[in-house]
């Protein structure tokens, strides 16, 4: 299996501009995590899926943030507007139902 | 409040030099505790899942034990390839899956 897999490795931006982030699960799993990560703040969990249907969104900071999945072997993240606060390294991970967390390369997210 | 806090933040190793990884936890009814290793630029590698008091799981030169408070990272006989943050963390009872992780540990074995 070719593991969970994100686009883009990297991401640079303008202050303002729309910021799509992608990932691609392990087939098969059926739970999907997006995290953020944060030399300050650490790994935190933005959201949650469940079967394609969001579960847990408490840990999406404001409503710029927005998430999708629309089958099992896709999702989203989206910015709008971004800031340059929100720039981080975010992470998509895999599991089937309460087991082990599988994590991708992640994005690196720079807004200026 | 669920807590997890790992010790030291920082560890420099000579090669050959084994050394124990803590990470402690405050949790309402633990549901496993899971150990995971980061290379820079890169996401967390899973390791380990624990989840009685007295279990034990190994992994080449790794070694992970869990007791009621607090789990421990064995790092027998490093080499610098085991340079890397060492995160832990946990699940708690009446949570869907979601994981709480502590700050990690960075550890750098030097030839």
């Not at chain 1, 089958?71 to 309460?98: G, H, M």
């Not at chain 2, 408070?69 to 085991?82: G, N, Q, R, V, W």
């Amino acid at each position: 299996d070719a593991g969970v897999i994100q686009s883009p490795r990297h991401e640079v931006t303008e202050m303002g501009q729309e910021v799509t982030l992608r990932c691609k699960p392990i087939s098969g799993h059926n739970s999907l995590f997006w995290y953020r990560q944060t030399m300050m703040r650490g790994l935190e969990l933005l959201i949650y899926f469940n079967n394609n249907v969001p579960i847990d969104d408490s840990g999406m900071p404001e409503d710029r943030f927005s998430a999708k999945m629309p089958n099992a072997s896709f999702s989203t993240l989206k910015i709008q507007p971004s800031e340059p606060r929100d720039s981080a390294v975010y992470f998509c991970a895999s599991s089937q139902t309460l087991t082990e967390q599988y994590f991708g390369p992640g994005t690196r997210l720079t807004v200026t | 409040e669920d807590q997890v806090t790992q010790s030291p933040e920082a560890l420099r190793l000579q090669e050959g030099e084994s050394s124990s990884l803590n990470c402690s936890y405050t949790v309402s009814g633990l549901r496993g505790l899971f150990w995971y290793r980061q290379d820079p630029g890169k996401g967390p590698e899973f390791l380990f899942t624990l989840y009685s008091a007295g279990e034990e799981k190994e992994k080449e030169r790794l070694k992970a034990t869990l007791t009621k408070k607090e789990s421990f990272l064995h790092i027998t006989a490093p080499k610098p390839e085991d340079s890397a943050t060492y995160l832990c963390a946990v699940r708690i009872t009446d949570s869907w899956g979601k994981l709480q992780f502590g700050a990690g540990t960075q550890v750098v074995v030097t030839p």
